[in-house]
C-alpha cells in the first residue's frame, strides 16, 4: 500500500469510527467528523507532540477541539493513537457514565485538555494554554535548555467564530503576539439553521488579519500537503498567532453532504450504509482496518520518543539549575513554595480599609513568594487593585515574562483565557472586574465549576455600597447566582484580616474556581487577636460575638454587613438579650463542614435567626430557616451615595435591631 493509500485509509477510518459513535448513541453530531478528518489526521500524526502513555506530560503539544459538538472526532483520534480509551468506550458513547460524553469533558477521557461544547470558549481556553506556555518558556528556559517549548493547536468552526467570546480572544493573542498558537478553521459554510450565508458573511480571514493574526486559506480540505504546507508556515511565524482557513465539506463522503441535516443528528442506516461504500470502508461497524491501527500506533513509540528525548534536556538543565528546576517541578506539580503566605499583613484593629484594597495587599504579599500567580484585570486593575507591583506587564516581544496581564475591556474573554491558563498548569491565574460585570463572563466561570480548575475570580465593587454609578453598576443577583453553581466556591470577606484569610482559601483550594467578592467602600478591621478569624474563614462561618449563655437570636452577615451585625448585636445585648453575631464568607465551606461543627455554629433549638446581607434574600432560607428573616436587596439600587443608598434600602441599625426584636417576640 503506498503512503498516498495509507494516509487516505487512516482519514476514512477517523470519519467511520466517528459515524458509528453517533448512530450507535442515537444521537450526536456526524457531520463535522467527517469533514475535518484530514486536519486532525495531519495534526495528530505529523506535527503533535504528544504521549498516549504519559498523557500529563508538561511538554507535550495542546490540542483543543473547540467545536466541541464533533467530540467523536476527539475520541476516535485518542483511540487510534493508543490513549486509555477503549472501542468499548466509544461504542458507550453519549452514554451514562461513559468515557466518552456528548461534548469532550476534561478529567473524564484521558488526552481531553478542556471542556468545549459553548462555541468560542475553547477558543479563548486555547489563547490561555499559548499564553500560560510562553510565560513558563520565559521564565525557566536557557540557552539551549528549552524545558518548556511546545505549541497549542485548535480545531475552530464557523459557529467559534461568530462568537463574540472568540473576538475578544483573538484580539488578546495578537495584542500579546501569540506566535505558538496556530488554529485550524473548519470552514465548511453550514450551520444549524442552514447555509453561513445566513448569518456569516464578513471576510473572517481579513478580520484575523485586521487583529495581527497570520492568515493562510487551504481551497481543498482533503489536501494533506497543502495543509502541511500551511501549518509549517503558521510554526515559522513566531510573531503572530496563525489561523488556517480549510474550505472542508460537512458530511463529507455521505449523501447528506453540505448539508444542515447531517450537522446534529445520526446519518441513519441507509445514508450510513451509502457513505461507507463511498469511502470505500468495510460494511461492519467500529471496524479498524489493522494497517490503519498499526500505522496510528507507531505515534506512540514516537511520542515516549519525544517525551525521552526532553527527559535529557530536563536532566541537563537540572544539573545546571537545580534551583530553578525543582521550582519549575513544583509548579507544574500544584505545589506552593514554602513560606508562600509569610508575607501576608495581618490589618491592625479599627484600621479601616476597603476589601478591595487589603486584597491588593494580599496579592502583592503572595506574589513575592509564589512566582507564578499571575492575572489581571479587565481594564480595572487600579479599580480592582490586582496590579503586581514591578512585575512588570506582558506585553509582545517586550516583556512576555511580565505577571501582570492587560485584558482589556473583554470580560467574557478574560475568563476563557485564564481557564486556558490554569489547564495548561504551572501558573496560578487570576482575573479582576467588577461583580456586576461577572455577568459577561458566566459561560466561563461555568466552565471553571465543570472543569474543577484553579481559577482565581477577583470581583470588586459588591454591592449596592458602590453607590452613585447607580443600579447598572451596583451588583444584586450575582452573589447569589454564583452561590447556585455547583463546584464553586464564593468567599465574600468581612474587613482586611478575613480577605487574607480567603485569600489563603483561595490559594490551596485546587480543585475549583474560587471567587472574591469585595467591597469598594471602607470597613473596620477586627481585632484578629480576639477573634477565630483565620480558622473561621477556613471553615466558611464562624462566631464573632457570642453571649452568656444559649442564644436567643442569630444574627448572620456577610461581607461589609457583617459590621452592622456587630452593632446590632451590641444594642441587643444592651437590652439584655442574648445575641449571637456570626459572619458567614463561604456557603460553600461551611455547607462541606460535617454536621457537629454546623450546628455548634447554628443550634438548631434557636430558630430566631436574621440574616444581613446586601444582595437578593432567596436562598438564605438555608439558613435561617421558615421562622428566620432576611434583610437583604429584592430591587434594583439607585444612584446616590453609597452610605445614602445603603440606609434607605435597609441596611441600618434601627433596621436590623427592629426586625431582630420582631422575630424574638414570635
Same mark, same amino acid.
Given at each position: 500500500?503506498?503512503?498516498?493509500?495509507?494516509?487516505?485509509?487512516?482519514?476514512?477510518?477517523?470519519?467511520?469510527?466517528?459515524?458509528?459513535?453517533?448512530?450507535?448513541?442515537?444521537?450526536?453530531?456526524?457531520?463535522?467528523?467527517?469533514?475535518?478528518?484530514?486536519?486532525?489526521?495531519?495534526?495528530?500524526?505529523?506535527?503533535?507532540?504528544?504521549?498516549?502513555?504519559?498523557?500529563?506530560?508538561?511538554?507535550?503539544?495542546?490540542?483543543?477541539?473547540?467545536?466541541?459538538?464533533?467530540?467523536?472526532?476527539?475520541?476516535?483520534?485518542?483511540?487510534?493513537?493508543?490513549?486509555?480509551?477503549?472501542?468499548?468506550?466509544?461504542?458507550?458513547?453519549?452514554?451514562?457514565?461513559?468515557?466518552?460524553?456528548?461534548?469532550?469533558?476534561?478529567?473524564?477521557?484521558?488526552?481531553?485538555?478542556?471542556?468545549?461544547?459553548?462555541?468560542?470558549?475553547?477558543?479563548?481556553?486555547?489563547?490561555?494554554?499559548?499564553?500560560?506556555? =510562553?510565560?513558563?518558556?520565559?521564565?525557566?528556559?536557557?540557552?539551549?535548555?528549552?524545558?518548556?517549548?511546545?505549541?497549542?493547536?485548535?480545531?475552530?468552526?464557523?459557529?467559534?467564530?461568530?462568537?463574540?467570546?472568540?473576538?475578544?480572544?483573538?484580539?488578546?493573542?495578537?495584542?500579546?503576539?501569540?506566535?505558538?498558537?496556530?488554529?485550524?478553521?473548519?470552514?465548511?459554510?453550514?450551520?444549524?439553521?442552514?447555509?453561513?450565508?445566513?448569518?456569516?458573511?464578513?471576510?473572517?480571514?481579513? =478580520?484575523?488579519?485586521?487583529?495581527?493574526?497570520?492568515?493562510?486559506?487551504?481551497? $481543498?480540505?482533503?489536501?494533506?500537503?497543502?495543509?502541511?504546507?500551511?501549518?509549517?508556515?503558521?510554526?515559522?511565524?513566531?510573531?503572530?498567532?496563525?489561523?488556517?482557513? @480549510?474550505?472542508?465539506?460537512?458530511?463529507?463522503?455521505?449523501?447528506?453532504?453540505?448539508?444542515?441535516?447531517?450537522?446534529?443528528?445520526?446519518?441513519?442506516?441507509?445514508?450510513?450504509?451509502?457513505?461507507?461504500?463511498?469511502?470505500?470502508?468495510?460494511?461492519?461497524?467500529?471496524?479498524?482496518?489493522?494497517?490503519?491501527?498499526?500505522?496510528?500506533?507507531?505515534?506512540?513509540?514516537?511520542?515516549?520518543?519525544?517525551?525521552?528525548?526532553?527527559?535529557?534536556?530536563?536532566?541537563?538543565?537540572?544539573?545546571?539549575?537545580?534551583?530553578?528546576?525543582?521550582?519549575?517541578?513544583?509548579?507544574?506539580?500544584?505545589?506552593?513554595?514554602?513560606?508562600?503566605?509569610?508575607?501576608?499583613?495581618?490589618?491592625?484593629?479599627?484600621?479601616?480599609?476597603?476589601?478591595?484594597?487589603?486584597?491588593?495587599?494580599?496579592?502583592?504579599?503572595?506574589?513575592?513568594?509564589?512566582?507564578?500567580?499571575?492575572?489581571?484585570?479587565?481594564?480595572?486593575?487600579?479599580?480592582?487593585?490586582?496590579?503586581?507591583?514591578?512585575?512588570?506587564?506582558?506585553?509582545?516581544?517586550?516583556?512576555?515574562?511580565?505577571?501582570?496581564?492587560?485584558?482589556?475591556?473583554?470580560?467574557?474573554?478574560?475568563?476563557? @483565557?485564564?481557564?486556558?491558563?490554569?489547564?495548561?498548569?504551572?501558573?496560578?491565574?487570576?482575573?479582576?472586574?467588577?461583580?456586576?460585570?461577572?455577568?459577561?463572563?458566566?459561560?466561563?466561570?461555568?466552565?471553571?465549576?465543570?472543569?474543577?480548575?484553579?481559577?482565581?475570580?477577583?470581583?470588586?465593587? $459588591?454591592?449596592?455600597?458602590?453607590?452613585?454609578?447607580?443600579?447598572?453598576?451596583?451588583?444584586?443577583?450575582?452573589?447569589?447566582?454564583?452561590?447556585?453553581?455547583?463546584?464553586?466556591?464564593?468567599?465574600?470577606?468581612?474587613?482586611?484580616?478575613?480577605?487574607?484569610?480567603?485569600?489563603?482559601?483561595?490559594?490551596?483550594?485546587?480543585?475549583?474556581?474560587?471567587?472574591?467578592?469585595?467591597? =469598594?467602600?471602607?470597613?473596620?478591621?477586627?481585632?484578629?487577636?480576639?477573634?477565630?478569624?483565620?480558622?473561621?474563614?477556613?471553615?466558611?462561618?464562624?462566631?464573632?460575638?457570642?453571649?452568656?449563655?444559649?442564644?436567643?437570636?442569630?444574627?448572620?452577615?456577610?461581607?461589609?454587613?457583617?459590621?452592622?451585625?456587630?452593632?446590632?448585636?451590641?444594642?441587643?445585648?444592651?437590652?439584655?438579650?442574648?445575641?449571637?453575631?456570626?459572619?458567614?464568607?463561604?456557603?460553600?465551606?461551611?455547607?462541606?463542614?460535617?454536621?457537629?461543627?454546623?450546628?455548634?455554629?447554628?443550634?438548631?433549638?434557636?430558630?430566631?435567626?436574621?440574616?444581613?446581607?446586601?444582595?437578593?434574600?432567596?436562598?438564605?432560607? =438555608?439558613?435561617?430557616?421558615?421562622?428566620?428573616? @432576611?434583610?437583604?436587596? $429584592?430591587?434594583?439600587?439607585?444612584?446616590?451615595?453609597?452610605?445614602?443608598?445603603?440606609?434607605?434600602?435597609?441596611?441600618?441599625?434601627?433596621? @436590623?435591631? $427592629?426586625?431582630?426584636?420582631?422575630?424574638?417576640?414570635?
Amino acid at each position: 500500500m503506498s503512503d498516498k493509500d495509507m494516509e487516505q485509509l487512516a482519514v476514512n477510518t477517523i470519519r467511520m469510527l466517528a459515524a458509528d459513535m453517533v448512530e450507535q448513541a442515537n444521537s450526536g453530531h456526524p457531520g463535522m467528523p467527517l469533514g475535518a478528518a484530514p486536519m486532525a489526521y495531519l495534526l495528530w500524526t505529523r506535527f503533535m507532540h504528544y504521549n498516549p502513555s504519559d498523557p500529563q506530560w508538561a511538554n507535550r503539544d495542546r490540542f483543543v477541539l473547540s467545536a466541541g459538538h464533533g467530540s467523536a472526532l476527539l475520541y476516535a483520534m485518542l483511540h487510534l493513537t493508543g490513549y486509555d480509551l477503549s472501542l468499548e468506550d466509544l461504542k458507550n458513547f453519549r452514554q451514562w457514565g461513559s468515557k466518552t460524553p456528548g461534548h469532550p469533558e476534561y478529567g473524564v477521557a484521558p488526552g481531553v485538555e478542556a471542556t468545549t461544547g459553548p462555541l468560542g470558549q475553547g477558543f479563548g481556553m486555547g489563547v490561555g494554554m499559548a499564553l500560560a506556555e =510562553r510565560f513558563l518558556a520565559h521564565t525557566y528556559n536557557r540557552p539551549s535548555l528549552n524545558v518548556i517549548d511546545h505549541y497549542t493547536y485548535a480545531i475552530v468552526s464557523d459557529g467559534d467564530l461568530m462568537e463574540g467570546v472568540a473576538s475578544e480572544a483573538a484580539s488578546l493573542a495578537a495584542t500579546l503576539g501569540l506566535g505558538k498558537l496556530i488554529y485550524l478553521y473548519d470552514d465548511n459554510h453550514i450551520s444549524i439553521e442552514g447555509g453561513t450565508e445566513l448569518t456569516f458573511t464578513e471576510n473572517a480571514m481579513a =478580520r484575523f488579519e485586521a487583529y495581527g493574526w497570520h492568515t493562510q486559506k487551504v481551497a $481543498d480540505g482533503n489536501d494533506l500537503e497543502a495543509m502541511a504546507r500551511a501549518v509549517e508556515a503558521a510554526k515559522a511565524e513566531t510573531g503572530k498567532p496563525s489561523i488556517i482557513a @480549510v474550505r472542508t465539506h460537512i458530511g463529507y463522503g455521505s449523501p447528506k453532504v453540505d448539508t444542515s441535516g447531517v450537522h446534529g443528528e445520526p446519518l441513519g442506516a441507509e445514508a450510513l450504509e451509502t457513505t461507507r461504500k463511498t469511502l470505500g470502508c468495510s460494511p461492519d461497524s467500529f471496524c479498524i482496518p489493522q494497517e490503519a491501527l498499526k500505522f496510528f500506533r507507531a505515534g506512540q513509540k514516537r511520542g515516549m520518543e519525544q517525551q525521552e528525548a526532553w527527559q535529557k534536556t530536563f536532566a541537563r538543565y537540572s544539573k545546571e539549575y537545580p534551583e530553578l528546576a525543582a521550582r519549575l517541578q513544583d509548579e507544574l506539580a500544584g505545589v506552593l513554595p514554602s513560606g508562600w503566605d509569610s508575607e501576608v499583613p495581618e490589618f491592625a484593629a479599627g484600621e479601616k480599609i476597603a476589601t478591595r484594597a487589603a486584597s491588593g495587599k494580599v496579592l502583592n504579599a503572595l506574589a513575592l513568594k509564589v512566582p507564578n500567580l499571575v492575572g489581571g484585570s479587565a481594564d480595572l486593575a487600579p479599580s480592582t487593585k490586582t496590579l503586581i507591583a514591578g512585575s512588570g506587564d506582558m506585553r509582545a516581544n517586550q516583556e512576555p515574562g511580565g505577571r501582570n496581564i492587560h485584558f482589556g475591556v473583554r470580560e467574557l474573554g478574560m475568563g476563557a @483565557v485564564v481557564n486556558g491558563m490554569a489547564l495548561h498548569g504551572g501558573v496560578i491565574p487570576y482575573g479582576a472586574t467588577f461583580f456586576v460585570f461577572s455577568d459577561y463572563m458566566r459561560p466561563a466561570l461555568r466552565l471553571s465549576a465543570i472543569m474543577g480548575c484553579h481559577s482565581i475570580w477577583i470581583f470588586t465593587h $459588591d454591592s449596592i455600597g458602590v453607590g452613585e454609578d447607580g443600579p447598572t453598576h451596583q451588583p444584586v443577583e450575582q452573589l447569589m447566582s454564583l452561590r447556585l453553581m455547583p463546584g464553586f466556591t464564593v468567599l465574600r470577606p468581612a474587613e482586611g484580616n478575613e480577605t487574607a484569610a480567603a485569600w489563603r482559601v483561595a490559594m490551596k483550594h485546587k480543585h475549583g474556581p474560587v471567587a472574591l467578592i469585595l467591597t =469598594r467602600q471602607k470597613l473596620p478591621c477586627l481585632d484578629p487577636e480576639a477573634h477565630p478569624i483565620a480558622k473561621g474563614v477556613a471553615k466558611g462561618a464562624y462566631v464573632l460575638k457570642d453571649c452568656d449563655g444559649a442564644p436567643e437570636l442569630i444574627l448572620m452577615a456577610t461581607g461589609s454587613e457583617v459590621t452592622l451585625a456587630l452593632a446590632a448585636a451590641e444594642k441587643l445585648a444592651s437590652k439584655g438579650l442574648l445575641v449571637r453575631a456570626v459572619s458567614m464568607p463561604s456557603w460553600e465551606i461551611f455547607e462541606a463542614q460535617d454536621k457537629e461543627y454546623r450546628d455548634k455554629v447554628l443550634p438548631p433549638k434557636v430558630t430566631a435567626r436574621l440574616a444581613i446581607e446586601a444582595g437578593v434574600s432567596l436562598g438564605w432560607e =438555608r439558613w435561617v430557616g421558615s421562622q428566620g428573616a @432576611v434583610i437583604g436587596v $429584592d430591587r434594583f439600587g439607585e444612584s446616590a451615595p453609597g452610605p445614602l443608598v445603603m440606609d434607605k434600602l435597609g441596611f441600618n441599625l434601627d433596621n @436590623v435591631v $427592629d426586625t431582630a426584636l420582631e422575630l424574638i417576640k414570635k
